[in-house]
């Protein structure tokens, strides 16, 4: 068991609305990255948080915002959300100091659906 | 940029066969992390291995094992003597040295079906 939980696990949206969705970080773990899984294909980095900052971004467009909190817990969220954005989104948590040796623990997912 | 690629996209073999997994990479970084993560149906990924890039020797580790030849740019993962709980996605997955294992970069993953 990985410690990361992500809520909700499934998500119905209209296409235009906003989601929010959460991840509460393993313990002792202060860097939390977001990932985007299609249907069939592997994940993509969407953005990383770094002691409540922003701390890289892959190809993902502004409409998709996060925030980090003091107890490293993060949020995603999503605004104008499109059919395409109909995903699994999944959190990764992992510890303190860039150094070697870490990995990133995964939680089980948000399975977004857009309609 | 980072590429990974899995040109595997499903292996299906009998319950104690040995599995191979294929990965190829693209990166301009030096130094760099490899990794490989199973995805079982419930959709979490599970860390199984990690390699940097200036450390070529090839390790086993109980039934893993995996070649990693940089001069190739190639990441090879295998299973031996597979069983049904090891049915899942494999993804192939490369970071920079110095996000440590985070920013990952994925291949499309590889799904492995092992029958009984």
């Known amino acids: 068991e990985t410690g990361v939980t992500q809520s909700p696990t499934h998500l119905i949206k209209t296409r235009g609305q906003q989601v929010t969705l959460r991840c509460s970080s393993q313990s002792g773990h202060n860097t939390v990255s977001w990932y985007q899984q299609a249907l069939g294909q592997g994940p993509q980095f969407i953005f990383q948080y770094y002691r409540e900052e922003e701390n890289g971004r892959g190809n993902f467009p502004p409409r998709f915002s996060g925030l980090q909190f003091p107890n490293y817990s993060s949020e995603l969220n999503v605004n104008a959300l499109e059919l395409d954005d109909s995903a699994l989104y999944l959190c990764a948590s992992s510890p303190p100091g860039q150094n070697m040796n870490t990995e990133a623990f995964f939680g089980q997912g948000t399975r977004l659906t857009v309609v | 940029a980072q590429k990974v690629t899995q040109a595997q996209t499903e292996i299906s073999v009998v319950e104690k066969e040995d599995v191979t997994l294929d990965c190829v990479y693209e990166?301009?970084?030096?130094?760099?992390?490899l990794f490989w993560y199973k995805q079982p149906p419930s959709g979490e990924l599970v860390f199984l291995i990690r390699r940097n890039s200036f450390d070529e020797q090839n390790e086993i580790s109980g039934r893993y094992s995996w070649n990693f030849q940089k001069s190739t740019s190639s990441f090879n993962f295998t299973i031996t003597a597979s069983q049904v709980v090891d049915s899942a996605v494999y993804f192939c997955a490369l970071s920079p040295i110095k996000a440590a294992g985070n920013k990952l970069t994925f291949g499309g993953g590889t799904r492995v079906l092992v029958k009984p």
């Open positions: 990166t301009r970084d030096t130094t760099y992390y």
